[in-house]
């Protein structure tokens, strides 16, 4: 329905995902975006933060809040992309990531990143923040700190990606392998 509050060719979705009618809290809307930027880290950091709100570890915000962050949503699309059906679901990629993730404390910030990169070898530590500052973007950085995190496997995984390596390391499958859930 078109009305003031919902202009045509917008998503009333919070973060792009979930619908603020509190009839439908446990309802997700996961990888229905469209990012300059890879796909993969948003729709894993979709997945992150609905299994955290979920958990209950992140609260449901309230309606006002919902109305309220569509509603800025929705002016930076108007500023910043055309007013088609096609950019209903557009937004930058990392700076969506990063918004998802932060309230799961899982944004690569350089101050969490100096204490996660620099154990043990300090010359892989510089490639480490490198990668992440310099490099493609990918979900491994998002998993070098916050809850959910895997420090080591992400930064084996950000360098090999780094280094244009398509076969994982010794050390990557190591840590894959021991960290493999059985079902």
């Known amino acids: 329905m078109r009305t003031a509050d919902h202009p ?18 446990n309802l997700f809307f996961l990888g229905f975006i469209e990012l300059f930027g890879p796909l993969p880290p948003a729709v894993e950091a979709q997945s992150r933060y609905a299994a955290a709100m979920l958990s209950g570890r992140v609260s449901r915000p309230g309606s006002t809040e919902m109305a309220a962050s569509i509603k800025k949503m929705h002016s930076y699309q108007v ?34 990143l100096l204490s996660r990169v620099f154990t043990g070898n300090p010359i892989k530590g510089l490639q480490v923040l490198s990668a992440v500052w310099f490099g493609v973007p990918t979900s491994a950085m998002w998993r070098l700190c916050g809850h959910g995190a895997k420090p080591e496997l992400a930064r084996e995984t950000v360098l090999r990606i780094s280094g244009d390596n398509e076969k994982m390391s010794k050390a990557e499958t190591a840590l894959l392998e021991r960290t493999k859930v059985v079902v």
């Open 79 to 112: 500023k910043n992309y055309l007013r088609t059906p096609r950019h209903a679901l557009t937004l930058q990629g990392i700076p969506y990531v990063d918004d998802i993730l932060a309230p799961l404390y899982a944004v690569p910030t350089f101050p969490r």
């Open 8 to 25: 045509p060719a917008t998503a009333n979705l919070y973060k792009l995902m979930i619908p603020p009618d509190p009839r439908y809290q």
